[in-house]
């Protein structure tokens, strides 16, 4: 099972872009790199999936340089209703099912 | 419905007690997973359902944990004996399908619930 690193925490101010970097090293040719939202007291929400190079939303980019071996989120002008917590995640094949969703990363938008 | 459903939002019961939590996925999703998420921790995978195999039940911590999914649809999920260590927020999320990127498994969003916030005391 693919394994992932992402830093604990991240402050930003407020309409500065965020970039959360995530580590996995072991990724497998099927899996795919997914990131996910989450608010206190709410359930994880979808924000962006890629494969390789970039993917771009409404909502966030995601950059996956060649090797795939790490992904950077990045999150244009956050504002204070952006501070959540990220997970990046990756999986194939195996489905969600083989996937456990890290401590992910607390990033805190301030003012 | 508009998203996943889970019920109750909040739960407390008495150590020893039996608990159910209820998940209605969205209609149509066939894949169905229940996570784990202790206070301030990432979540845990407990158990996997897709459409009529047999579930995955590989992240069930102990034998008084247990899950049922009836008609491919709402799924239930008992703790046997509560303990206190069981307090955590139970989420339950369900996705068009599960497995297979060529079945559009991976590739596939997963909708979460609110959760189910079980304290046992």
């Known amino acids: 099972l693919a394994k992932t690193t992402q830093p604990i925490s991240m402050d930003s101010y407020e309409g500065q872009e965020v970039n959360i970097t995530c580590s996995h090293n072991n990724i497998a040719t099927n899996d795919y790199i997914t990131w996910y939202q989450q608010f206190p007291s709410q359930g994880p929400r979808f924000i962006i999936q890629?494969?390789?190079t970039k993917v771009t939303n409404e909502v966030a980019s995601l950059f996956i340089p060649a090797d795939r071996k790490s992904s950077t989120l990045s999150l244009p002008r956050v504002s204070l209703s952006d501070t959540a917590v990220y997970y990046c995640?990756?999986?194939?094949?195996?489905?969600?099912?083989?996937?456990?969703f890290g401590t992910g990363t607390k990033l805190q938008v301030i003012p | 419905g508009a998203g996943v459903s889970q019920s109750p939002s909040n739960k407390v019961t008495e150590k020893g007690k039996d608990v159910e939590l209820r998940c209605d996925p969205i209609?149509?999703?066939?894949?169905l997973y229940w996570y784990r998420q202790s206070l301030g921790q990432g979540l845990e995978f407990l158990i996997y359902?897709?459409?009529?195999?047999?579930?995955?039940k590989s992240g069930l911590p102990s034998d008084r944990f247990s899950a049922e999914r009836t008609g491919g649809s709402v799924s239930t999920l008992t703790i046997q004996r509560t303990q206190q260590e069981d307090s955590a927020v139970y989420l339950c999320?369900?996705?068009?399908?599960?497995?297979?990127?060529?079945?559009?498994?991976?590739?596939?969003?997963?909708?979460f619930g609110q959760g189910t916030r079980l304290t046992v005391v």
């Open positions: 359902f897709q459409g009529n195999s047999a579930p995955d």
């Open positions: 995640l990756v999986g194939g094949s195996g489905g969600y099912q083989k996937v456990t």
């Open positions: 209609s149509g999703h066939t894949a």
């Open positions: 999320a369900s996705s068009l399908a599960g497995t297979g990127v060529s079945s559009g498994g991976w590739g596939t969003e997963a909708f």
């Open positions: 890629g494969y390789k």
